[in-house]
């Protein structure tokens, strides 16, 4: 079982929709992260997150340390918003989920 | 403006050769990392680099090689003992100060096996 398990694996949704990607973990961490990988294959980091909610412009990440799990919102997607969303834990070194990839239509 | 910087961005080798793909970075960080990634699957770690002259083994080092002669530069060799090459693979570096284990990637080489 990997330790960072992101579901779905494959999201398509219409613009102007609110989409939630999951990350579950099985171990401890001092951090988790999202980043986005564009079709390019480049990665960004979107959020670093120890404790509760962040949010930039209109993406919402949040984090429960106790049920070891996380969430990226992304409210009314837009089709720029296509792309590999990847949830990764930080304990004592990386560990990456497979990736969300998300297709919004206009 | 601070990144970092891989190439070539795609590349085609023929089986039995070896490859290098090139990695630099001007963001002074100290830790330097190559990932793999394959279809399906989260990123897994080939070598990191915390120090110039010094570097360690990931999950997957078999068939690869790494040197740190330089603070920026940390290029991956992918040799003919390494089975399945075809992959996409990514550099990436962070603060090493830092223990929540940011990371500021590259934009990746594509390679090939014919």
């Known amino acids: 079982k990997n330790e960072v398990e992101q579901s779905p694996q494959n999201l398509t949704a219409q613009e102007g929709e609110f989409i939630t990607i999951n990350c579950s973990y099985s171990v401890g961490i001092s951090a988790l992260h999202w980043l986005q990988q564009h079709p390019g294959g480049g990665i960004v980091s979107l959020f670093m997150?120890?404790?509760g909610k962040k949010k930039h412009g209109r993406l919402i990440a949040t984090i429960n340390i106790q049920e070891k799990h996380s969430s990226l919102h992304i409210t009314a997607s837009h089709p720029r918003d296509s792309a590999v969303y990847i949830c990764?834990?930080?304990?004592?070194?990386?560990?990456f989920g497979a990736g969300t990839r998300l297709t919004v239509k206009p | 403006d601070g990144g970092i910087t891989q190439s070539p961005k795609y590349l085609f080798r023929k089986e039995g050769q070896n490859v290098t793909l090139s990695c630099e970075q001007n963001l002074n960080h100290d830790a330097m990392y190559w990932y793999r990634q394959d279809p399906g699957q989260g990123l897994r770690l080939i070598y990191y680099?915390?120090?110039?002259?010094?570097?360690q083994k990931g999950d997957i080092a078999e068939g690869y090689s790494v040197s740190r002669e330089k603070k920026e530069s940390f290029p991956l060799t992918v040799t003919s003992a390494q089975k399945n090459p075809t992959a996409f693979y990514l550099c990436?570096?962070?603060?090493?100060?830092?223990?929540?284990?940011?990371?500021?990637f590259g934009e990746g080489s594509r390679l090939t096996v014919l």
């Open positions: 990764a834990v930080n304990n004592n070194d990386m560990r």
């Open positions: 997150l120890s404790s």
């Open positions: 680099s915390q120090i110039v002259n010094d570097f």
């Open positions: 990436a570096s962070s603060i090493l100060t830092a223990n929540t284990g940011e990371l500021f």
